[in-house]
């Protein structure tokens, strides 16, 4: 086993070796810009564009056409977002999404209420799940939009997608979902999910970074989109710009093998997982697991240790690659929004640590970080006060 171990696959993935071979070609033998429409170099690079398109799609049960590629899905939210708010403007001004969105739509949608748009922020209940009935609620004759994330990058909670989009179809109300997390590892699939824009990135599936798509639906209804980037009106008009060949055919290649290993894949996944739940959860008292086990991508753990800081239990395992429910802003160490918003305390939040597991951990790698969180865990809880304490109160 070589150290670190790395297992905080939320945040990015390693590429499959296959993937990079599928890409080399187009770095230095097929060069061409693919909106060259005069000779051959344009046409092989078009191409593989094309094929790329029909990976993604066939993943997500969309058609070629509704794919638009972007630089990652930090844009492809931007645009979902600002490009329909402005579409639509006539229509109305009102948006609803949750509070444990990714930053990409919470930044964008705080932009927009800047300028005039309404946005209505859903609370989520303790195991990190929307309240259907809220929804329906918030929903005005102004809505023009509900945009919910499939699954979430912290606590890899999976919301009920179906009924989200069956009451967005009902109130004629365009529904997005910023899927990055659940492309690739569960099925995701845009017309049984009643989904009319979904955003998806390379480096989350074991693809490229710095490139992505926004699944854009042509049909039923026909999705107007107002470009965010002026330029050439390359990919129908929605996102100028030369396409990143190269970057274009990893995703694909990605989308292509994520799609015919998933059924195998997630059910190792879940299996890792579930053993090093099981290990900590046996091995350690006051240990909560955030968010819920029944609807959840089956790659995640994210898990609170009480009476330990979080970025102490990471300095602890310094040859383990995870992130902690904490994030480091320039002075101050805020608990993570999303746990706060399942309820958490700061404590609880502060002490979190997210296990991402990925492709390339093995059962070897999975059993080692079991075991150098538990012991360093139980090493700083013997220096913590408040745990002797509640350890001696419990006794009497
Ligand atoms: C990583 C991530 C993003 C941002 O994707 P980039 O391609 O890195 O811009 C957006 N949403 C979620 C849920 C993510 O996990």
Redesign the pocket.
């Known amino acids: 086993m070589k150290l670190p171990v790395y297992m905080d696959n ?1 945040a990015t993935t390693r590429m499959d070796p296959r993937v990079f071979e599928a890409m080399k070609p187009y770095f230095m033998e097929v060069f061409g810009n693919a909106a060259s429409r005069n000779h051959s170099f344009g046409w092989e690079a078009e191409e593989a564009v094309e094929k790329s398109r029909r990976q993604i799609a066939d993943l997500i049960g969309a058609t070629a056409k509704e794919i638009v590629f972007t630089s ?4 492809s ?1 931007n645009l979902a977002l600002k490009g329909v708010a402005e579409a639509y403007g006539e229509r109305g001004n009102h948006i609803i999404i949750q509070v444990t969105e ?1 930053k ?1 739509v919470l930044d964008t949608c705080r932009r927009l209420e800047r300028e005039g748009i309404r946005v209505t922020y859903l609370p989520v209940k303790p195991d990190g799940l929307i309240d259907l009935d809220q929804l329906r609620d918030a929903i005005t004759d102004q809505t023009i939009l509900i945009s919910i ?1 499939y699954a979430n ?1 912290e606590i890899g909670v999976v919301q009920p997608m179906k009924e989200i989009g069956q009451i967005a179809k009902e109130k004629g109300v365009l529904f997005h979902s ?1 899927a ?2 659940a492309v690739g590892k569960i099925p995701v699939d845009v017309a049984e999910d009643g989904i009319d824009l979904l ?1 998806l ?1 390379g ?2 599936l074991y693809g490229p ?1 710095g490139v ?1 798509a926004l699944y854009v639906r042509r049909r039923h209804p026909r999705v107007q989109l107002t470009a965010q980037m002026d330029g050439g009106g390359h990919e129908r008009g929605m996102r100028s710009g030369t396409l990143n060949v190269p970057g274009i055919v990893g995703l694909g290649a990605a989308c292509e093998i994520a799609k015919a290993e998933m059924p195998e894949e997630s059910k190792h996944m879940s299996f890792l997982r579930d053993k090093l739940k099981n290990k900590l959860t046996a091995e350690l008292d006051e240990v909560f697991i955030n968010g819920s086990m029944e609807r959840r991508l089956p790659h995640n753990l994210n898990v609170s240790f009480a009476y330990v800081e979080g970025e102490s239990l990471l300095m602890g395992i310094n040859d383990v690659a995870v992130s902690s429910g904490s994030a480091c802003t320039s002075a101050t160490l805020e608990p993570s929004y999303v746990l706060k918003a399942l309820g958490a305390g700061d404590d609880l939040a502060h002490s979190s640590i997210r296990f991402g597991i990925g492709r390339f951990n093995t059962e070897e790698e999975v059993d080692y970080v079991g075991n150098r969180v538990i012991d360093v865990v139980k090493k700083l809880r013997e220096l913590s006060p408040l745990y002797e304490m509640a350890k001696e109160g419990a006794a009497h």
Request: cysteine-free.
């Open positions: 939320h990652g899905a930090t844009e939210n990714h990409a994330m990058n910023d990055v997390q955003s990135t480096h989350k970074k992505g």
